[in-house]
């Protein structure tokens, strides 16, 4: 099957630090998905993306979808201590998958050094 | 308030039982999922339902059943023949087919085999 791959999978940075991560994949996808993960909690919907070369933000995050449809860019800016998590891509590939088969990437751990 | 309830948080069983997750949703959605997180790893599918009384096997079946009697619930059983069943289990719930590829997470479960 489909497999992404996320990076970087951990990420050290000082408060107020901008962030940017990264997924991509071997084939193409329709739909990339940004999840963000607490410890001990189920993953939190940040930003979907639809369409070749979308950029969409929410807050201070900013997500865009790769021309190639085979990557997505996740970046936060100017980080605060609520953002320490992990945080996933994840894809929806064209049929005849559908739907149901969302691909999600490894995760990228995000720690907020003091 | 809409959204997915799973319960109960922290599941502890003995070796060779069986043990029912439960994951509910009031969002009226046609699609639910379950997944399977292992620490430090991505989610991987375990089964999914596109509509009542249907359901598919995912990336990881083996070990595990469910049913979806009511659109309301799918619930999940662990059965003795899941030989690493110690993990955090996750369900999500989406539009369906027509909608969205925007899958919603529950809170999440964790079994821990003793």
């Known amino acids: 099957g489909q497999q992404l791959n996320q990076s970087p999978q951990s990420m050290f940075i000082q408060e107020g630090e901008d962030v940017s991560m990264n997924c991509t994949s071997s084939s193409i996808f329709n739909t990339w998905l940004w999840y963000k993960q607490d410890p001990g909690e189920g993953p939190v919907l940040l930003i979907a993306l639809y369409k070749a070369g979308e950029l969409t933000s929410n807050g201070r995050l900013t997500a865009q979808f790769g021309i190639t449809r085979k990557d997505s860019f996740l970046n936060i800016s100017a980080s605060i201590p609520s953002d320490v998590g992990i945080y996933f891509c994840?894809?929806?590939?064209?049929?005849?998958?559908?739907?149901?088969?969302?691909?999600f990437g490894t995760g990228t751990r995000l720690t907020i050094i003091p | 308030d809409g959204g997915i309830t799973q319960s109960p948080k922290y599941l502890f069983r003995k070796e060779g039982q069986n043990v029912t997750l439960s994951c509910e949703q009031n969002l009226n959605h046609d699609a639910m999922y379950w997944y399977r997180q292992d620490p430090g790893q991505g989610l991987r599918l375990i089964y999914y339902s596109q509509i009542v009384n249907d359901f598919q096997k995912g990336d990881i079946a083996e070990g595990y059943s469910v049913s979806r009697e009511k659109k309301e619930s799918f619930p999940l059983t662990v059965t003795s023949a899941q030989k690493n069943p110690t993990a955090f289990y996750l369900c999500?719930?989406?539009?369906?087919?027509?909608?969205?590829?925007?899958?919603?997470f529950g809170p999440g479960t964790r079994l821990t085999v003793l």
């Open positions: 994840a894809g929806h590939p064209p049929p005849p998958f559908g739907n149901e088969k969302l691909t």
């Open positions: 999500a719930s989406s539009i369906g087919s027509g909608g969205t590829n925007e899958q919603f």
